[in-house]
DNA sequence: ATGAAGGTTCCAGTCAGGGGAGGGTCAAGG
DNA sequence: CCTTGACCCTCCCCTGACTGGAACCTTCAT
């Protein structure tokens, strides 16, 4: 299989693919003509790689749960301790978005959105303390 | 005022006020020797630039929301459109957070985390249709 | 023989800064 | 007068996870 085949079959992009493998995530064999050969197992890893991204696993965690998944003899506590420190991760980050999402919306909410310059979202950050109202 | 008293009154790293002169946000004036001299105004814009910054505009919407504060004609409608806009942006990182979140936490939820090599997570990353359960 | 559609490598850019080297400046103390 | 330490300066490389593009090669169909 060439590459064109793998990224229509796996859905990501060829360059992604290359990337993968100049990070050593994956090692396709080369033909003769210096195309990059992939097998089933390749096309595996390629999967395993693109859900784990899916679930914002960063590319060093992809690294940690492939060893994980060839490791026969893993614990699966050590697979689910890197899932439960990324998921404590996504709850910071959903967290901040919360907050900014709040204070932002009441500021929208606020805001006449007519032909008038008056707007109480510049106020808000050019740090008017917004009091006594 | 040099940059590390705007630094600790503004809350911003020296680093990051350097970082904004570079791009053209601020344009302090400089002392004989070299050194940057902040004035009243530069430490409202950098204050300006924080607020906006933490509430997760972009550097370019920073810049956008810098012009429309110093235009005393604008249109409050044009910063709600702004602000609305980011605002459609987080609510859809939350919803792919929450969405990784929900997955993520379901498989670690089947997890049983012991020494053995069984793991539920792993074999939804492998691929496994996880059907007929 | 030619043209299109694939493949290859390598370089640069993204975003918003962070880290550190190498060096100049300033105020206080000995 | 000299030194010490705390500032400040510029410059360059690094981050994550790719993406875009240039320049070039291979394969296949016409």
Redesign the pocket.
Known sequence: M????V?SRSGL????I??YEDIGLIKPLR??????SFVAADLHRLAFLGRA?ALGF???DCRTLMALYRDESRASADVKHLAQEHLSKIEGKIRDLQTMHDTLSELVKCCAGDDRPDCPILRDLSGISAALS
């Open positions: 060439n590459i064109g085949d990224s992009p060829a360059k992604t290359r990337y033909s003769a003509n210096g195309y990059r991204r960063t590319i060093e």
